[in-house]
T-cell receptor
Framework: NAGVTQTPKFQVLKTGQSMTLQCAQD?????MYWYRQDPGMGLRLIYY???????DKGEVPNGYNVSRLNKREFSLRLESAAPSQTSVYFC???????????????FGAGTRLSVL | EDQVTQSPEALRLQEGESSSLNCSYT??????LFWYRQDPGKGPEFLFT???AGEEKEKERLKATLTKKESFLHITAPKPEDSATYLC????????????FGQGTELSVKP
């Protein structure tokens, strides 16, 4: 199993450009999450999808939109990129519940984005 | 406001020198506390989940403990390959399973 796959791995944008970060999981997980990681700030939640067909804002949603395309895929879109969105973006997924592998968020390898 | 604070920010140890990392938290209702390891350029890798005060979990040289206000990650006789950033996160109840992370502790173990 590949787990959580993110594309692209690296991206450089100019201010005002748009792009979509892709995330797919092959673990049949219900819930999916987008985080950003900045030096000294830890990981901060941007948006999440508790189940297919639902999305909710996290701590830092401004400037982003998401789409839960199906159970496997959850994309993050930057409509008009700004230098403040330079960061490392991580996607994660989990099965709700408790015990065994349930409730554990599994992370992808990240997308490193620079906005000039 | 739900919040997680990790200390120290950075820790340098000699190989074999045991120590502990601290994670202090405030949360409206704790569903679970998570420890992750993150290597440079990679995504966080799951280590432990703790659900109730008094719970302990071990994996090789690592042991995680939980109280009502904080969690410790004890590292016994560390090796250079234990060098990484260790992340602590809390999961509040009824919020879609989301995690609130601390800033992390960067651990360096020298031979």
């Amino acid at each position: 199993n590949a787990g959580v796959t993110q594309t692209p791995k690296f991206q450089v944008l100019k201010t005002g450009q748009s792009m979509t970060l892709q995330c797919a999981q092959d673990m049949n997980h219900n819930s999916m999450y987008w985080y950003r990681q900045d030096p000294g700030m830890g990981l901060r939640l941007i948006y999440y999808s508790a189940s297919e067909g639902t999305t909710d804002k996290g701590e830092v949603p401004n400037g982003y939109n998401v789409s839960r395309l199906n159970k496997r895929e959850f994309s993050l879109r930057l409509e008009s990129a700004a230098p403040s969105q330079t960061s490392v973006y991580f996607c994660a997924s989990r099965i709700p519940g408790q015990g065994g592998v349930k409730n554990i968020q599994y992370f992808g390898a990240g997308t490193r984005l620079s906005v000039l | 406001e739900d919040q997680v604070t990790q200390s120290p920010e950075a820790l340098r140890l000699q190989e074999g020198e045991s120590s502990s990392l601290n994670c202090s938290y405030t949360v409206s209702g704790l569903r679970g506390l998570f420890w992750y390891r993150q290597d440079p350029g990679k995504g966080p890798e799951f280590l432990f989940t703790l659900y109730s005060a008094g719970e302990e979990k071990e994996k090789e040289r690592l042991k995680a403990t939980l109280t009502k206000k904080e969690s410790f990650l004890h590292i016994t006789a560390p090796k250079p390959e234990d060098s990484a950033t260790y992340l602590c996160a809390v999961q509040p109840y009824n919020q879609g399973g989301k995690l609130i992370f601390g800033q992390g502790t960067e651990l360096s173990v020298k031979p």
